[in-house]
């Protein structure tokens, strides 16, 4: 039987997908090689141990989920179709898996992704205060709006992770949020 080579990118995915279903609790490098069919000694090519694999997930993670976004809605020329693909972004998917609600809970065991996750946090939020401030709110508001908008997503997914929504369903819910929050 031939010797199958796992690249470092599909050990991170696939830890990225396992995380995302039950945190580190879920990161078994065996049950993870099998899933992959290969021997775990392929998992030791890449990392030293377990907490640097984790790491690297989560620096994966942070990339993927943050940075796309943002480099997503930059391709747009004014300050509203860049809020309207931020929003398209955040709210026009579930069923993205709990990655933040296990790195949360991560984060209560080490300050190390604590500090990360405020980071990530801070990041989101400042772009979107950004964003608001180049439509022409000042910036406290913008500030305050983007606070108040990416709480309301952390609650909006959590409530809604597991259902599909239409796209009907996900346009109206973002004319609210622009009409509510964004326009005014």
Request: proline share 1%; glycine share 4%.
């Amino acid at each position: 039987m031939p010797k199958i080579i796992v690249t470092e990118e599909q050990w991170i995915q696939k830890g990225m997908e396992r995380f995302e279903q039950g945190g580190i609790d879920q990161l078994i490098v065996e049950k993870m090689a099998t899933a992959l069919g290969c021997s775990k000694s392929s998992f030791y090519w890449y990392f030293t141990n377990r907490s640097s694999y984790i790491r690297q997930i989560v620096e994966t993670w942070k990339a993927q989920t943050t940075q796309q976004v943002m480099t997503a809605s930059i391709t747009h020329a004014t300050a509203d179709e860049r809020i309207r693909e931020v929003l398209t972004q955040m709210f026009g998917k579930t069923k993205r898996g709990d990655f933040l609600f296990y790195l949360r809970k991560l984060s209560l065991k080490d300050d190390s992704y604590r500090s990360l996750l405020n980071e990530v946090e801070q990041m989101r939020m400042e772009f979107m205060k950004e964003l608001l401030v180049q439509k022409g709110m000042q910036p406290e508001k913008a500030s305050q709006r983007s606070w108040m908008l990416y709480h309301y997503y952390l609650g909006w997914y959590e409530r809604l992770k597991q259902e599909t929504l239409s796209e009907e369903a996900i346009q109206q819910h973002i004319h609210m949020i622009w009409t509510e929050w964004i326009s005014n």
